[in-house]
């Protein structure tokens, strides 16, 4: 299961970057969008010692203007948890070709099953809310826009916070 999910990630990255050379990612145009990224951080459960955990995910959506876009995806959590959520993203300047880089915020709802935890699968399943504080820059040498963001993440009443690194075209 694990290596099914990396491959469909690799997949998934690998498409979306051989779409990259078409078109300038400067600013956000309407239309299509994909985000794909990777992110560090810390779990403290009640009345276990806190671990590390790295989330991977790809979110494809619509950008309806140069500062809303609304979108669904899917992340896992060191391949134990499967989640699935929309996105709702707010870039909080109007993006324009001269600016190089803007703060956003983002809030991502959904649901999450795990897939080891258990006698069976989806044993341990919970909603997920994790709001994010990220910066997103463009490098024009590349054509290339990526964010660094926080995101103190809750999943079963488990604080999450994570630091993330993301590909937005």
Not at 57 to 83: D, K, M, P, R
Not at 142 to 160: C, K
Request: charged letters at 15%.
């Amino acid at each position: 299961m694990r290596s099914r999910i990396t491959i469909l990630l690799l997949l998934l990255l690998s498409a979306t970057l051989g779409n990259a050379q078409t078109k300038s990612y400067a600013k956000h145009n309407k239309g299509y969008f994909c985000d794909v990224g990777a992110a560090f951080g810390a779990t403290f459960p009640k009345n276990n010692d806190p671990r590390a955990i790295v989330e991977v995910y790809t979110t494809h959506g619509y950008q309806f203007s140069n500062t809303f876009s609304l979108g669904a995806g899917v992340a896992t959590y060191n391949t134990e948890n499967i989640n699935i959520y929309l996105q709702l993203r707010f870039n909080l300047r109007n993006i324009t070709e001269s600016k190089t880089h803007y703060t956003y915020i983002a809030l991502r709802g959904g649901y999450s099953w795990s897939t080891w935890t258990g006698d069976a699968w989806g044993d341990d399943k919970g909603p997920i809310v994790d709001p994010r504080f990220g910066w997103s820059f463009y490098t024009k040498e590349a054509n290339l826009r990526w964010s660094v963001y926080l995101a103190p993440s809750f999943y079963q009443f488990h604080f999450i916070p994570k630091i993330g690194l993301s590909f937005e075209f």
